[in-house]
């Protein structure tokens, strides 16, 4: 039987390379000269940190072009507030990765209005879309792609 899986996963080692390219960008600009600006990986998101919040901001920009050319889904990143104290401001950026339950039961109830025949699972972060047939199996990709804007989603493990 026929099926593929829908994820929502970032390439971290893109990540990591939109990270060292913002720090380079930023270590040149002429706006940041004499600043301690950086970006900083961490497990579960990025951490911007510099002296004011239009720093900040620049930099918030900066990162957005360079993960948009590494094919990375501006989708993916969920922003925090600006956090200021007397000389440092810092922004915390979490990356969010895998289909949440609430958003995965919202996607097996939009599979099922289709009123194709075709039947979604939810299997942890995942969702498991299965039918008999392929073509029932794209029309469920693509209108799955003009519905979903909220979540930057993959379809992966296509099989027949």
């Keep these: 039987?026929?099926?593929f899986d829908i994820v929502s996963e970032v390439d971290m080692h893109?990540?990591?390379?939109?990270?060292d390219q913002?720090?380079?960008e930023t270590g040149n600009r002429f706006d940041f000269k004499g600043v301690d600006a950086t970006v900083k990986q961490t497990d579960t998101g990025l951490v911007l940190e510099s002296e004011n919040d239009f720093q900040i901001r620049q930099m918030l920009d900066i990162?957005?072009?360079k993960i948009a050319k590494?094919?990375?889904?501006?989708?993916a990143l969920a922003e925090g507030e600006i956090e200021t104290?007397?000389?440092?401001?810092?922004?915390?950026?979490t990356i969010r990765q895998g289909i949440d339950q609430d958003s995965a039961k919202k996607l097996v109830k939009l599979i099922k209005g289709?009123?194709?025949k075709v039947q979604g699972s939810i299997q942890g972060d995942?969702?498991?879309v299965s039918g008999k047939k392929r073509d029932e199996l794209q029309e469920t990709i693509s209108m799955l792609k003009e519905s979903c804007s909220d979540l930057p989603l993959q379809y992966i493990n296509f099989r027949d």
């Design 1 to 3: 039987m026929p099926s």
């Design 14 to 19: 893109e990540v990591t390379n939109a990270v």
């Design 22 to 24: 913002t720090n380079r």
């Design 63 to 65: 990162l957005h072009k």
């Design 70 to 75: 590494r094919g990375i889904e501006l989708a």
């Design 85 to 93: 104290s007397l000389n440092k401001a810092t922004l915390t950026v």
């Design 114 to 116: 289709t009123k194709l």
């Design 126 to 128: 995942k969702v498991r």
